[in-house]
């Protein structure tokens, strides 16, 4: 049983639940600081790593997936509007009880079931999905009880930039081509204006 870290101030109980249902003999503990990091390319690596796709050993009938540690759930970013557009429902089973929460309200209430959720719902529906859910320990800020294993810090690989696509490169050239004109017009009159008050001030 691991002894919690001095610094810890979350519910030590709820972080230790279920180790020793894992067997930690060879495992690595891998450390993923989510602040500023995109929610579903961040749950990707996650879901990686915990499948133990990373290692050459790699058997899908096994489960040699590392400990993942996951900090600062609730400064996680996502793209577009999905920070309003974006729902978690699920119902209480009574008539017309269909509940519903915005990915807003969820980092508000509980960031680290945003995470979980996106992690659980990579991973293949098989009798290795529990086992591979013990693994995952999030936490909203940036402490966490393992401070006496051997962490690894986790580096994300760098974010691949996409060509811009050729229709949206010419609409941008053609966007910028209009505002710089409407930026020379604006001077033009405006010297136009200067010109006019110089006259009538003579």
């Avoid at 990091?37 to 009938?61: E, F, N």
């Avoid at 970013?77 to 309200?105: A, I, P, Q």
């Avoid at 691949?160 to 209009?178: D, F, G, N, S």
Wanted: with cysteine; glycine share 8%.
């Amino acid at each position: 049983m691991t002894t919690p870290a001095v610094n810890f101030s979350g519910n030590v109980k709820k972080a230790l639940a279920g180790l020793r249902r894992i067997n930690l003999e060879g495992l690595r503990w891998r450390v993923f600081d989510a602040k500023g990091q995109v929610l579903g390319r961040l749950a990707s690596q996650i879901a990686t790593v915990i499948q133990g796709k990373d290692k050459p050993t790699y058997t899908p009938y096994r489960e040699d997936g590392d400990m993942c540690i996951v900090l600062n759930a609730k400064d996680i970013c996502v793209t577009g509007r999905k920070m309003t557009d974006k729902f978690y429902r699920w119902h209480t089973g009574y008539v017309g009880h269909l509940k519903e929460r915005s990915l807003k309200d969820q980092l508000v209430k509980d960031p680290t079931e945003v995470i979980r959720k996106a992690v659980l719902r990579m991973l293949p529906r098989n009798k290795l999905r529990d086992d591979r859910d013990r693994k995952l320990r999030i936490f909203p800020g940036g402490e966490h009880p393992f401070g006496d294993r051997p962490i690894e810090p986790y580096v994300m690989p760098p974010r691949k930039v996409r060509e811009m696509r050729p229709r949206a490169r010419r609409a941008l050239i053609r966007a910028q081509k209009k505002s710089e004109q409407q930026g020379d017009s604006k001077t033009r009159k405006g010297r136009q204006n200067e010109e006019a008050k110089n006259e009538l001030s003579v």
